[in-house]
């Protein structure tokens, strides 16, 4: 890997499977993985992703108004990131040039990866890397696994310690603190994640396409699922369909791909001055300029076009993907209920997905390695 910016890391296992990629510490959003590349035991090495990083990250905390909006202004990077030793690394520490180590990686079994007829199973493992951001008290840990077989895996870990109090039973739960038996009343928090994919597997990427699934159930043909695909061919903001198994996937030319299946959603987080919020996927043409989506307040400006800072409101405007990278905004959220077990330290909470490959080799890459 020739990395213009950032470094490269490259891991490989015992299949002959390969990742290579970029790793940049960016001052607004942290960790961010670039030029992502993945070659299959006996094939090529192919490009899947140009960025893999945080969008956004929203807390809101019931008794308020407004979220906390953590990317920008180093809320989850620069400043807050944490330097990370052997007791929160189990693995290997990494230094980005001459700065100190705030990245971890580790390699861990997955279990079956793959069983052809009576031979013997073959095992898989993961590699995954990970930095770690402050921001009051709380500690985020962001993550990107890559698997042997291809999958990507993002996810952000919620820890640390909750010092939010709030004086209404109707926003929080009743705890007792354990450092002076006092009865508190914690404040429960909605927190929304929002993950920036823009993929290039076919050339410069410019070739992709993003595909709607959904099965409907439709009783008049014996209650079967009739599988519908539904190209999106503008920039567009999409909910998932529990009810119809809706998913999306990206793919060239040829046929092969990636896809998004929005299993570890249903939660909602409402915002009444952000739509974007409100949904599960945004699909935009990539923007060198459109890196993260911000929040609109009423007491603060929505866009600055001079420090590239816009709201997905604003980035999906109808304009046609053809022919342009697409780029996945993927959010997820959860609600964080205090609970007795959460102080002084709150339980780990992980939010994650995957999005996983197919049609790569016409056979199983890993069958000849058996």
Not at 17 to 31: K, R, S, Y
Not at 242 to 257: E, N, S, Y
Not at 261 to 285: C, E, I, K, M
Request: aromatic share 10%; proline share 4%.
């Amino acid at each position: 890997m020739d990395c213009a910016v950032g470094e490269a890391f490259e891991t490989s296992f015992d299949s002959g499977a390969n990742w290579q990629f970029c790793v940049v510490l960016d001052e607004q959003h942290g960790l961010e993985l670039r030029d992502i590349h993945y070659r299959a035991p006996g094939d090529f090495s192919r490009r899947v992703l140009s960025h893999l990083h945080l969008g956004q990250a929203l807390v809101h905390y019931h008794d308020q108004r407004q979220s906390d909006v953590l990317i920008g202004e180093n809320k989850l990077g620069g400043d807050a990131l944490r330097v990370l030793n052997e007791n929160l690394c189990d693995g290997t520490l990494h230094a980005l040039g001459d700065n100190d180590p705030y990245l971890c990686s580790t390699v861990r079994n997955t279990g079956l990866l793959a069983k052809y007829n009576l031979r013997p199973g073959l095992q898989g493992s993961q590699y995954q890397l990970f930095s770690v951001s402050q921001y009051q008290g709380l500690s985020f840990q962001i993550a990107v696994a890559l698997s042997e077989d291809g999958r990507i895996a993002p996810s952000v870990t919620l820890s640390g310690q909750s010092t939010a109090r709030t004086d209404n039973p109707a926003y929080g739960n009743q705890v007792t603190d354990p450092l002076n038996n006092a009865q508190i009343i914690a404040t429960q928090a909605s927190v929304l994640y929002t993950w920036r994919m823009v993929f290039a597997m076919s050339a410069e990427g410019d070739n992709d396409r993003v595909e709607e699934f959904n099965f409907e159930l439709i009783p008049s043909l014996d209650n079967r699922r009739p599988m519908e695909i539904t190209a999106l061919e503008v920039e567009s903001l999409r909910k998932t369909n529990p009810d119809a198994f809706r998913g999306w996937r990206v793919l060239t030319d040829i046929g092969h791909g990636y896809y998004l299946d929005p299993q570890n959603s249903g939660f909602r987080y409402s915002d009444t001055q952000n739509n974007w919020a409100q949904f599960d996927l945004a699909v935009t043409a990539f923007s060198e300029c459109e890196k993260h989506t911000t929040v609109k307040h009423t007491s603060n400006s929505q866009t600055n076009n001079t420090q590239c800072v816009g709201s997905l409101d604003s980035f999906v405007n109808g304009e046609s993907i053809a022919n342009q990278k697409p780029v996945l905004w993927y959010s997820m959220s959860r609600i964080f209920r205090p609970k007795a077990e959460d102080f002084p330290v709150v339980s780990s909470m992980q939010v994650d997905f995957e999005i996983i490959p197919f049609d790569w080799t016409p056979t199983s890459p890993f069958e000849s390695t058996q």
